[in-house]
């Protein structure tokens, strides 16, 4: 998981409440991506930036879900209000400079109750 | 819109023996084909990966075939051991592919038994 730091691992919150995601990068990139894994539908692109733009959100399911990247060491996804049918594993990921090599972080955990 | 079917959803070998995963994708703008290995906890690893001007690729155990014109792609492991059982998915490129940019298979879970 070198290259990507994701916070918190997991989190259980409850229906309602906010919910923010971290990611920070400790490696160079291009491009930075926002990812959902479920039993169900699998791997989902949710966002990606490119220096710190967002490129392409259509992926974002609701308004309920932001994405950010203030810099580029730097990116959170929030989640207001969370809903159970939001829980899954969240995955930032990254892009070497010049290549499509997509390196994953750890991922984060979040159960909404 | 483009796709990425993976077959079989979960394969259980004994140790020692070989293992075939199978992708198809839809788009034919596709140029870059990333097999990733997730083990339980963690995010999915590169493992492999081939791009369309290539037919086959191997590394030590692994090898990765594409058959662009049939639009399908394999990940052959071959002496299988306890320690390769994981979910592996492969990945398509879309939107040119420069960025990284992925669609997904629904991945096959391998189980190897010693």
């Known amino acids: 998981d070198a290259g990507v730091i994701q916070s918190p691992r997991h989190e259980v919150t409850e229906m309602g409440q906010e919910v923010t995601l971290r990611c920070k990068p400790i490696?160079?990139?291009?491009?930075l991506f926002w990812y959902r894994q479920t039993m169900m539908r699998g791997l989902e692109l949710l966002i990606y930036?490119?220096?710190?733009?967002?490129?392409?959100d259509s992926g974002m399911p609701e308004d309920r879900f932001s994405a950010k990247m203030p810099n580029a060491s730097f990116s959170t996804l929030k989640i207001q209000p969370s809903e159970p049918r939001d829980s899954a594993v969240y995955f930032c990921a990254i892009t070497g400079a010049g290549a499509n090599v997509l390196t994953f972080g750890a991922g984060s955990r979040l159960t909404v109750l | 819109g483009e796709n990425v079917e993976q077959h079989p959803s979960t394969l259980s070998v004994q140790e020692g023996d070989s293992a075939v995963i199978k992708c198809t994708y839809s788009d034919s703008a596709s140029n870059y084909f990333p097999w990733y290995k997730q083990e339980l906890g963690k995010g999915p690893q590169l493992i492999i990966d081939i791009r369309s001007n290539v037919g086959e690729k191997k590394d030590q155990r692994i090898a990765v075939t594409l058959n662009k014109t049939a639009k399908h792609f394999s990940l052959h492991i071959t002496e299988t051991q306890p320690e390769d059982s994981a979910v592996y998915f492969c990945?398509?490129?879309?939107?040119?592919?420069?960025?990284?940019?992925?669609?997904f298979g629904k991945g096959t879970k391998l189980s190897v038994k010693p």
């Open positions: 490696s160079g990139h291009d491009y």
């Open positions: 990945a398509a490129s879309i939107n040119g592919g420069s960025q990284g940019n992925l669609i």
């Open positions: 930036f490119n220096n710190n733009v967002p490129i392409d």
